[in-house]
């Protein structure tokens, strides 16, 4: 039985990021006021513990630069990094929030800091990483939360039926691949087994009209008024469920 075509979620990728500094209250802010469905962020763990939303290792601001592990939140605060803490308590719940884990110590705080916000908010996580076998082993300890396998179709070595197949049976409910790799097919073939598929880097309008074409379950884009715009006028154009 296929799939009727949904409304994808419109992720910001780091936010805002072309109105304000990428990973920073503004950025997630800004975002949901143009319009955006979902937040995208990366997380990590600063020296003290907490989970801290920047995309690399290393924290910058100007000439200031401070390796993440080793910085306390508090200091990292002054470069701008939140805490992934801040983000629930200064926005709330009511979006999707996706987060690419760049630091496997940081998934489950971010589980339990989810269940802590409420809201329906691990519901409404989605925690991305390249290892099935790193989402698999954290499905058994959250069960209420999405996963997302991203990764580069170059380099799944297992027959794609059988990966989606394997994904399925892992608990992990989403393929996230680049944009220019997914098909009309290949977008099918993972519904078929209830897996969704994302797409990320969809920059221009004419790649977010194909993916939407394609019916991909979430797009992620730099550009959010561009991003939310083109959504919306395509679900102007069809019976879309929501």
């Not at 992934?84 to 987060?99: F, H, K, V």
């Not at 954290?138 to 209420?144: G, K, M, N, T, V």
């Not at 070595?157 to 009309?184: C, Q």
Request: with cysteine; aromatic share 8%.
């Amino acid at each position: 039985m296929m799939r009727a075509p949904v409304r994808p979620i419109t992720f910001a990728h780091r936010g805002a990021r072309t109105e304000a500094p990428e990973n920073t209250m503004p950025a997630f802010r800004r975002a949901l006021e143009l319009g955006a469905r979902g937040l995208e962020t990366d997380a990590w763990v600063s020296e003290d513990g907490e989970v801290v939303l920047v995309h690399d290792r290393f924290a910058r601001r100007g000439l200031r630069r401070r390796n993440v592990t080793k910085t306390s939140a508090a200091q990292l605060a002054e470069l701008g990094v939140p805490r992934l803490a801040d983000l629930y308590a200064e926005l709330g719940s009511a979006y999707e929030l996706s987060i690419d884990v760049m630091d496997r110590a940081a998934a489950e705080p971010i589980v339990e800091l989810a269940r802590a916000a409420g809201g329906g908010a691990p519901g409404r996580l989605w925690l991305c990483h390249a290892s099935v076998r790193f989402l698999a082993g954290l499905r058994e300890h959250a069960p209420d939360v999405k996963l997302v396998h991203s990764q580069r179709r170059q380099h799944i070595e297992a027959p794609l039926e059988r990966h989606a197949a394997d994904l399925a049976a892992s608990g992990i409910d989403t393929m996230n691949f680049h944009y220019s790799e997914w098909t009309k097919g290949l977008v099918a073939l993972f519904h078929r087994f209830d897996v969704n598929a994302f797409a990320w880097d969809v920059q221009e309008i004419r790649h977010l009209r194909a993916m939407l074409r394609l019916d991909v379950d979430a797009v992620y884009c730099d550009h959010v008024e561009r991003m939310v715009t083109t959504v919306n006028e395509w679900l102007e154009q069809g019976d879309v469920a929501t």
